[in-house]
């Protein structure tokens, strides 16, 4: 149930996101969720991937800062309510989320990955809530 | 143990007038006998009655590496040739090598300096000491050699190099004592891991380190290489070799000799004499000196002074390691900035490891500061914040220490050029506009 996602360390200069997904894409490595969090001088990029230990490892010969950081993933129908419900949960359980982002699929559902100080925990009380969490081997098919 | 009690313990005020003495004397004799000098002291229209006491040596002019270059080979030596029983040299790395010449008299003083340096390290008649400095125009090997012969000690004459030879007389002769470069230290200790000797047949109780830089991560692991305890000596050929001054046993600092060699902190810029405590180059004075006395010759080296009695009971006043040098100084909005206080900044800091480069530049007629710090991948968080509080963290602590404004940015690994040697550390854009 735990994802491990992948984090990349990124200056804010030009090209250098460019240079990233090319090395990934000459990897054969595919990305199937991604956000960027940046601030004026860099950027961290966490990435959803298939295959995360040859992606840190391509990465790192490149010279980028990674680091995989466990994080999970909710899967909800893609309807008004679904994320507050999912939320409400860890709030009601006291589990601080320290960030997140979603992503929507095909088949009319959204993907929320949620990064928690306790992604244990997390997991226990959602399951508790007969949510369904995303599963490493459902990455590759997202 | 203390070797020249009178001199090492001596009360300051009696210091100080001793250094008076000594300084007209010398002022004296450089006037009477080196033409540079004299033209140099008659410029500022100086006369050697004018220097009465130590609170006079301000007034003199300093003299500079480039004043020896000048002067190449003999122009300031201060006594006839016949009188000069040594000569050493340091081989420039810029240009010509810088030469130095010593009486008879200079050798026994320079003895007596380092024998006070080896007895702060605990170095008795009872010891035996393998001196692995190189022998030669370089003033390491033979300069502890003296001293250490002066204490009585049985003196290894090894010379630099030929670690399997060094390896087998500290097993065989159990040298108590080693004297040689601080990464030859650590080479050597690397050896005796290599070659898997018995630890047990190693006496080793004592080091004396110098001759370059080195850093208290080194002293760690040398000291657990070689089981001794790593002393700091320091000294340079032209003041008169190692013996400078040099750490006791409570190690805060090496003590400076002053009754032989004046210290003094100036500002590198202005040429302004700094109080203790203050963070400056270090200038010298050789007052006892008879073949090539120095008048107020500038180190280039930076450094702190302290003057507090040292629990060890020694007055001499103590200088921190230095550094760095005074010509890779920046002046940013009036204020000297010196790389190395960025580096220790960010070795202090568990987080960071010293690669970074200080970009200035003007904006608005304001001169600004950039530090760019590489992110270490075993510190690398993914949440904002946490490298926004690194960011933050590492700019508060170089601002109260450089007293000036300093932007952070955080850079990827490995962006930042290593080059062999001096790393450039600085771009300076101002000089482009
Ligand atoms: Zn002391």
New interface residues.
């Given amino acids: 149930m735990i994802i491990r996602q992948l984090s990349v360390f990124l200056e804010n200069r030009a090209g250098r996101l460019t240079e990233l997904t090319g090395i990934l894409a000459d990897n054969d490595i595919n990305i199937s969720a991604f956000s960027i969090a940046d601030t004026t001088d860099f950027g961290v990029l966490r990435v959803i991937t298939g295959n995360p230990e040859l992606a840190e490892k391509v990465l790192k010969e490149q010279g980028f800062a990674v680091k995989i950081t466990d994080v999970i993933g909710i899967v909800m129908h893609n309807k008004p309510g679904a994320l507050h419900h999912a939320l409400q949960i860890l709030t009601d359980n006291g589990i601080s989320i320290e960030y997140m982002y979603a992503f929507a699929s095909s088949d009319d559902r959204a993907t929320a990955v949620i990064r928690t100080d306790s992604p244990k925990k997390a997991i226990e009380v959602l399951q508790l809530h007969e949510m369904e969490l995303l599963k490493t081997g459902d990455v590759y098919q997202i | 143990m203390i070797w020249n009690e009178h001199h090492e313990c001596m009360d300051r005020q009696q210091l100080t007038e001793l250094q008076g003495e000594r300084l007209r004397d010398m002022v004296e004799r450089i006037y009477f006998n080196v033409p540079f000098y004299r033209t140099r002291l008659q410029e500022m229209g100086i006369e050697p009655g004018d220097i009465r006491s130590l609170d006079d040596l301000k007034k003199l002019p300093f003299t500079t590496k480039q004043d020896l270059r000048d002067n190449y080979p003999f122009g300031l030596f201060a006594v006839p040739q016949h009188d000069v029983v040594r000569l050493h040299a340091s081989s420039g790395t810029t240009g010509k090598s810088t030469v130095v010449g010593y009486t008879h008299n200079d050798i026994m003083m320079w003895s007596e300096v380092v024998a006070r340096s080896l007895t702060m390290a605990g170095i008795t008649r009872d010891d035996i000491v393998q001196v692995a400095y190189g022998y030669g125009l370089f003033t390491g090997g033979l300069g502890v050699h003296y001293g250490a012969e002066k204490i009585g000690a049985s003196v290894i004459p090894i010379s630099g190099g030929n670690t399997k030879k060094q390896l087998q007389l500290l097993e065989d002769f159990g040298s108590t004592a080693i004297a040689c470069t601080p990464s030859y230290a650590a080479y050597l200790g690397e050896a005796i891991m290599e070659e898997k000797l018995d630890r047990s047949k190693i006496k080793l109780k004592a080091g004396i380190f110098g001759a370059e830089p080195w850093t208290e991560e080194m002293r760690t692991q040398i000291q657990h290489l070689l089981g001794l305890k790593a002393y700091d000596i320091y000294g340079l050929s032209e003041v008169i070799g190692p013996g400078v001054s040099m750490e006791c046993a409570c190690q805060r600092g090496m003590h400076i000799f002053e009754d032989h060699f004046i210290p003094e902190i100036i500002d590198p810029e202005t040429c302004e004499v700094l109080p203790y405590g203050t963070l400056g180059e270090l200038v010298f004075t050789t007052v006892t000196k008879e073949a090539m006395p120095l008048m107020r010759y500038r180190t280039r080296d930076l450094t702190r002074l302290h003057a507090e009695t040292c629990d060890c009971g020694r007055t001499l006043v103590r200088m921190e390691k230095c550094v760095g040098r005074s010509d890779d100084m920046l002046i940013i909005r009036g204020v000297n900035v010196f790389p190395s206080q960025v580096e220790s900044v960010l070795l202090e800091m568990s987080e960071t490891k010293p690669h970074y480069l200080l970009v200035v530049d003007r904006e608005n007629n304001l001169d600004t500061l950039e530090i760019q710090v590489e992110?270490?991948?075993q510190f690398?968080?993914?949440?904002?914040k946490e490298?926004?509080g690194l960011r933050k963290r590492i700019s508060g602590n170089l601002t109260s220490l450089l007293g000036l404004h300093a932007s952070v940015?955080?850079?990827?690994?490995?962006?930042i050029e290593r080059s062999m040697g001096k790393a450039q550390r600085v771009v300076d854009k101002r000089k482009l506009k």
Avoid: A, Y
């Fill in positions: 992110v270490e991948e690398f968080s993914d949440e904002v490298l926004e940015r955080l850079v990827e690994p490995g962006t």
